[in-house]
């Protein structure tokens, strides 16, 4: 039962990987920071007595993630939970961003969830396994910042479906969280017109969900009407919105 969570260093994470260790699972960690994840292994596995592997690379760079993540599960339980909570966002993600910046927000926010899960479909398929992808309120509607990055986050939507019509619910169980404000490295320093969720609380959630079905949710919950709002707003009040 060996969970991989993919981003796992920081943040929701770092917050899955504490939950799921306490609940016994033994876990894969991937991030970049090798030392952040080696610390953060040896902490997990001392605190709760389970497998911790880590695997560190730059998935803005990796040409083959998934391979890496399969060779890396050999000394494992089989997995079957792949949790994507990988993200970067920049302040200057606006028009007028450059080329390799606009490349590396696409190579994290949507390639790297794409590759690996591409990657390693067969693999969870023949375990009725449960994939789990990270979208945000920041896709609802587009606006002239986060650009590049709402992008990503509203392409993550069309992937999460096309896995629902691909594969049949009691082969593979895929859930798509579209997050609110959480309280993160993403957000540090922001000012945020709603207060952020602590990333334990929807680790929580997050975990006591795995391989109940498929879906798409909210997170916290409040954010559904945050979004009912946004979409309903006509298009000239709408592009008047600054923030
Ligand atoms: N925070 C929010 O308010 C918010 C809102 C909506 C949606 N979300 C989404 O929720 C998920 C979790 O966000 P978070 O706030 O927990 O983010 P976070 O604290 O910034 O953590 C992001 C994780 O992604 C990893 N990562 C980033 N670039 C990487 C790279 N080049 N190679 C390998 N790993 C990389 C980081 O590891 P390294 O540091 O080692 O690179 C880190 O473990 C993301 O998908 C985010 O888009 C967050």
């Not at 894969?28 to 695997?55: G, P, Y």
């Not at 792949?82 to 926010?109: K, M, Q, T, Y």
């Not at 949507?110 to 969870?124: D, E, W």
């Not at 999460?160 to 540090?188: K, M």
Request: aromatic letters at 6%; glycine letters at 8%; a positive charge.
């Amino acid at each position: 039962m060996t969970a991989i969570i993919v981003g796992a260093s920081s943040g929701l994470g770092r917050a899955l990987a504490g939950e799921l260790a306490q609940r016994g699972h033994p876990l894969l960690l991937i991030a970049s920071d090798a030392r952040d994840l080696q610390a953060l292994a040896a902490d997990l596995a001392l605190r709760h007595e389970v497998e911790v592997a880590t695997l560190a690379m730059d998935l803005a760079r990796e040409v083959d993630p998934g391979a890496r993540i399969l060779a890396a599960l050999a000394s494992l339980p089989p997995a079957t939970a792949l949790l994507l909570p990988v993200g970067l966002s920049r302040r200057d993600d606006a028009f007028g961003l450059g080329a390799g910046a606009i490349g590396e927000l696409l190579a994290i926010n949507l390639h790297a969830p794409l590759a690996i899960v591409h990657a390693l479909l067969p693999m969870l398929c023949e375990r009725h396994a449960t994939v789990v992808l990270f979208g945000s309120i920041a896709a609802v509607r587009g606006r002239g910042h986060n650009v590049v990055y709402a992008s990503a986050k509203r392409a993550l939507e069309s992937a999460y479906e096309s896995l629902r019509q691909a594969h049949a619910p009691d082969v593979l169980h895929v859930q798509l969280y579209r997050l609110g404000f959480l309280a993160t490295n993403l957000t540090w320093g922001l000012r945020l017109p709603l207060s952020p969720a602590a990333p334990a609380t929807v680790a929580r959630r997050v975990v006591a969900r795995l391989g109940k079905g498929s879906f798409k949710r909210y997170l916290p919950r409040r954010f559904a009407l945050v979004a009912l709002l946004l979409r309903a707003l006509p298009w000239f009040v709408f592009r008047r919105l600054r923030g």
